[in-house]
């Protein structure tokens, strides 16, 4: 395998985040959790959000509906610096929030969007 072959994959660009109603999933992101829109087409109901990290956010409506099994499905993990000022957040906010889970690396949370997307927050020992 030549250099070029290795260097095809680049990094994620965004995770797709399916919704039931674009117009309620688009202000939670952005009043909850502080989003900012990088791209909207409201024809296919989709926007990408700035995450302050490398890899956007994208909301997309579906018309399926939505069923999640929370021990088996796939979810983005955001950093933070303090999981518990950050859960004392979201709860004000009225974000469904799980307990704190903390080992000897790590101390995070769980926390859900409207359609009961499984979303995590991560803070790293250092």
Known sequence: MDKQENNLLQGIDTVIVRVSDF?????????KLGFVPLWHDPVMKLLVLDTKGPTSLTLWQ???KIEINKDAASYPIFKTIDAV????DFQNKGVE???I???D????FFFFDPDGNVLEA???HE
């Open 105 to 108: 690396y790590v101390k995070y």
């Open 97 to 99: 929030v799980g307990e």
């Open 101 to 103: 889970i903390q080992d």
């Open 85 to 88: 000022a950050l859960r004392q």
């Open 23 to 31: 117009e309620i999933s688009k202000t939670w992101y952005q009043d």
């Open 122 to 124: 991560c803070q790293v």
């Open 62 to 64: 579906t018309d399926k």
